[in-house]
Antibody, heavy 121, light 107 residues
Framework: EVQLLESGGGLVQPGGSLRLSCAAS????????MRWVRQAPGEGLEWVSS????????YYADSVKGRFTISRDNSKNTLYLQMNSLRGEDTAAYYC??????????????WGDGTTVTVSS | AIQMTQSPSSLSASVGDIVTITCRAS??????LDWYQQKPGKAPKILIY???SLQSGVPSRFSGSGSGTDFTLTISSLQPEDFATYYC?????????FGQGTKLEIK
């Protein structure tokens, strides 16, 4: 069974740091691009970051560029999101997501259950 | 960034109804659009990719159409388990952008 299990969320003060992890199982992790998507309380979904299969390419939303870093360790089947200089508006559930390519279409076919980040003093 | 305008933001309907949700892109995105369903406290779930392709395991009462800037998700006969929030997502260009969501409630 394909599974994504996020961890590392919690309460952090403004300006602080957290590292989220996402442990993947049930598929060949190194064959798939991955993403982080977040959802603030009561709000909609927001794409945060993407990383290629090898980790050689990464992309960020403007709202997190320069503060967040996505990475992956294919030997450990794990995706990471290093979050620095956290702000109140980063408070959200963070979802790890697996991206599949079918023909010329790519989409998220598997989501983790999410981990919650709360930025507050 | 491409803006995705989803409508309506909320919708009340009854079991058995036909429901249509639309997404409009601020510029052409070919067919690079997906539809997701999210239930409270749960992760989203893929329904439709490539504007009109039904994800394996998703009931055939869900269908998608459109290309370019205008897209539609149709639920042909609402079932109790379909009451949820629906989001479109454009995958044509970075940054990927979601619609604001449509909350489908029981009338």
């Amino acid at each position: 069974e394909v599974q994504l299990l996020e961890s590392g969320g919690g309460l952090v003060q403004p300006g602080g740091s957290l590292r989220l992890s996402c442990a993947a199982s049930g598929f060949t992790f190194s064959d798939y691009g991955m993403r982080w998507v977040r959802q603030a309380p009561g709000e909609g979904l927001e794409w945060v970051s993407s990383i290629s299969e090898s980790g050689g390419s990464s992309y960020y939303a403007d709202s997190v560029k320069g503060r967040f870093t996505i990475s992956r360790d294919n030997s450990k089947n794990t995706l990471y999101l290093q979050m620095n200089s956290l702000r109140g508006e980063d408070t959200a559930a963070y979802y790890c997501a697996k991206v599949i390519v079918v023909g010329r279409n790519r989409y998220i076919d598997v989501w983790g259950d999410g981990t919650t980040v709360t930025v507050s003093s | 960034a491409i803006q995705m305008t989803q409508s309506p933001s909320s919708l009340s309907a009854s079991v058995g109804d036909i429901v249509t949700i639309t997404c409009r892109a601020s510029q052409g995105i070919k067919n690079d659009l997906d539809w997701y369903q999210q239930k409270p406290g749960k992760a989203p779930k893929i329904l439709i990719y490539g504007a009109s392709s039904l994800q394996s395991g998703v009931p055939s009462r869900f269908s998608g159409s459109g290309s370019g800037t205008d897209f539609t998700l149709t639920i042909s006969s609402l079932q109790p388990e379909d009451f949820a929030t629906y989001y479109c997502l454009q995958e044509n260009s970075l940054p990927y952008t979601f619609g604001q969501g449509t909350k489908l409630e029981i009338k």
